[in-house]
């Protein structure tokens, strides 16, 4: 819709900003599947691995924080490539991660880089995690700076890509509702596998099969009789915080 | 997405419910009228005439209360015509517009007649106008009627259609938060002359031109640089109560 | 602000519309009472005696509905009086009071004939007491209507006055915040004496003597220094549903 | 807390007022199971079969309207038995279930009957489904009624027992958010022999089985570090409107 | 309603806190216009020039980031002096602005300075520019400081000062209703004079004038029959974040 | 619930984080008096001695910072003492105090240390002192980064003990909504005590009284017909940010 130019337009880009190593997968995993599916290019702007919070077993087995950072770093670049993805760590340091000018501007940079059309990010409270808003909030802050022709980053300016957050582990206690359903059954063994690449939380591969499972339900319950949707539809639940642009109701 | 007949799919087919005659241009022509230039079918339920909430001029001028009927039938009538849709009148009485079971009963065969791909009405608060919310709350209500099965009424049931909320007069005291902006530029010439065979209400005019240009505004600042965008873009606001349906995040 | 007549205006009228016999006096009784000492009119309109609902010491005393209905009407015109207001008693039937047109358009005759330039009435939400919503939608109703030079009613139509919504007994539980405090130490005597009136409810005396220090501790917090408050001071709080219109910040 | 009779006290008591047959197995088959494992009291107000909205599979067999009652009412009759509660069926008719002030006054008849120390009920809000609101409504206000000494109606005054809402079919569509998770792990093999009563909705079976087994983690994540808890937990979400009385915070 | 001195009253003060060089002409040009007409005192604190995110055109056409400064220093102080104000530039740096202690500490002393009798600010949200939140932010926390005697900053400490939000571009967007509606017919030339001191965005001349007559036409329906209002009324929209104190219900 | 030890369990413990020295007092005195009476434990964090922002009347008599430090502290601890708790000063410095990754950091190790099966803290939002809600939101933090194995601090993990926020002086404008309500008539002339000994503050003390009366009313309207309570009833009011985890709905 916004680019007019004679040059052939690159591939759609797509901005994953995640707090943890794995976030992207579980939450995210299908929308990453199918936009590489259709040949655009997918970005994740890991902010940390998770090393300290999201990695309990690890520090029970004894290893050392750069083992778990390796470790996970490992994992991720796996699931990222079973996807179709590039995955770049910030190594910010988690629990807490902390919002600072300094990590916002390197995010402004991640934003001029990849022009994204479409941002993937954690939603803005989560009282079980501190780092997903912290995430979450200084990825739409770098969006806004990043608009600014003023703002002295590397980098043509950006517009203003529409942002969607994915779904938090616990939606109900985090003010997340459901405002977009994402059909992601044609790239579902993609994202199962993905998620297998992750060996340590074995536990949420089948929880998170639920969630699709159950998200797809609620898509066919949106969706009319449903006759054309297969008898298992897996889905993935959004939020929007800006409008929503478009030339036709549907 | 939820049709696999093998006859020709009908048409796409909107229906629109409102409270009084003369709600669908000012608040949803230029979706009427871009889904009719489309050449789908657009259905307009007008629930009552306006004829004592909104037709102040008239009265001062002594008309009798089917005089005022007929002027706004009149008016609707073409305005309808001129957007290239349908007008069906339910006459049910305005000021208060009650909410009964029969009433919803009539909107359930409306949609099982119809069988819209999309619903557009109020939205669900109106401190200035309780016939508003009435009209909303009955055609939700008989939208799920409508997909029951169990539901004696005449026709095939229905999916589950997605629905719009158009903008009220006064969005911010009726709790309207912009969720989709439409661009109707394209038929924004002709949404200007319906508004214009609502002769008893020309001031409006222009305040729904100026409305139509500040969600243009908006539109443009939620999509980016904008390039391909005219100096002057027609836009209107809308609210989802469901979750959008959808193959791919944009 | 509003009138523009050569005849001298009439005084400022009040119209209070509330479900139980007892509620203007607790509720709003200061405002009352200031209104009537800078010479206003007051007008309540009570929907019903509160005989089923709120008069439990009456009821266990073996009271039969007429006595209890009585007993109340005389506490109520007797508190009135000592506000200085006129009380209207509709007798609709309380526990449960319900909403119909035919109320509504009762209350329509009572704005069309008092001409309120101030209206007063219970908040749209109370968890603990289903007459108090009910009497509140249909004021709100009421109106609307009023103002409609369609609407076939005696008397003339009337403006849009502000609407104040009074304190609930559980002001949280029914999403009540202070959004108006009035300074009502002026006229305090004047309340207490008619709460004195209700004499089957003593208890309540000291309650809502306490809750105007309470909301008088408040007021002050939101003045500054107060050197020209007295040391105790009595205050009303309120809501209000409509913007405030005003030719000055303060 | 309330009871200070020199009598036996009678079992505790639990009323669950609900809109259709099925509903209390799926959301409160735990909670009505564990009341009955301590040897209390559950009845179970059912307000309609579900003839209408809940039967789809019926209707398409070309059952008649009587014939679905009577399955519906099997069915439901035969899951309350293996819970250990006792069910009464208000046949008021589903889709749409309409509050009335007859039906509500037969809910003060049922609170004042079975004197409830716990209510259970739907959420007041449903955009899927507005016969749960319609129920949830009359519960709320019945309760209200069934407390007064002057409300006409047979049988002793109520206090004012805990209402729960339980979890909708689409919790977060429905505002409702976890505030009390009841661990049912103990009786989770009765509620699924309840639930596998409901023949005609095998689907459900898995989806609701799952469903507690997400509950039981949620459970587990805000209760430490669990070390007494079994792998597999299983729980019920629901919400308070009211707020919990208590002699100890935990 | 707070002094209480022998010596003369000062003018009425009024504390102006805004993010960037332009906002106080767009969002409370006529609350200043009407304020300073009635010989008060009016002092704008600009925490910024709004240099890197407001002045787009100016880095287009190559300035430096002195220059740009420099022009917008020069257009605010011509506007502040079209309305009858003072302005003062605290040069915090934008995009983004960041709430620091330090900056915190100097609102505190020009609180402390001025002695306002109301303080106009941005709201506490907005998705579209983190600077206006980040001003409101330490606007309000120094305005609690400032009344502390504890607090070690120079001059007298302050009373608890009226705040207003102004309304932001985007108003649905950033949880903006409008709960004050302020008649600024009598000043609106000054304000339109006030607007056109910013050249270099003469696209918003037109933006904000619509705007006023839109919040006019809304003042209008919330006064009645407006018998004494002109045919064009011009009206700004304000929220209170703190009760009203009063004296009359009004 | 969750120990499952063979030495015997330690005694149950509190931890209350405030941000001033009187505010375990008034706020949570009475559930501080119940936990000590049943022989728990009770460790109270007072980030700072509110020596700046609640220690007016001390400035206006001259004092220096540190005398008013010693006065607040010893009063803190002749409370303290008589509720049975011990009292931890951080001395953080007030007004502001600032939410810093240091002095959270000091909370975690506050938490391994105390173990705590309860946390009580402020609100998140208070408009009128900015000290409480940074205070909430460090113990909110503190209290998830403790649960983390990989978070370097002294002392075992933590469970996910339950919190309860005390109830803000200005409720209704802290969003604070009653939702559990304690009953602490046992420990009334205690928590009375307590608040004696804080000698500066002597209008609080009747404030309070009729605060925890008034909170003893809502308990018993939320009680039922209360048989068994005593005339005059106690309360505190306490909000739930996590659900509360049971075995039994009462």
Known sequence: MTHDDKAPAPPRSTLVITAHAGDFVWRAGGAIALAASRGE????????????????KAWRQGKTLEEIKG???EEAE?????LGAEVVFFDAGDYPLLATPE???RLVGAYRKTQPDVVLTHPLDDPYNGDHPAAARMALDARVLAQAIGY????EVIGAP??????????????????????ITEVWETKRRAMECLAAQQHLWDYYTDLAVRRGVQLKRNAGPNLGLPHTTYAEAYMRPYPQITAELA
Chains 1, 2, 3, 4, 5, 6 share one sequence.
């Open 71 to 73: 470790i996970r770093r």
């Open 162 to 183: 529409p942002v969607f957050f994915f779904e938090p582990h616990q939606p109900e206690m985090c003010g997340f509702k459901p405002e977009v359903l994402l059909d």
């Open 78 to 82: 796996k699931a990222a490539a079973t």
């Open 103 to 105: 990590l916002t501007d």
């Open 41 to 56: 290019r997918v970005t994740i702007a890991c902010l940390t691995y998770g090393e300290r919070g999201e990695s309990a």
């Open 152 to 155: 002295p980053a590397e980098g």
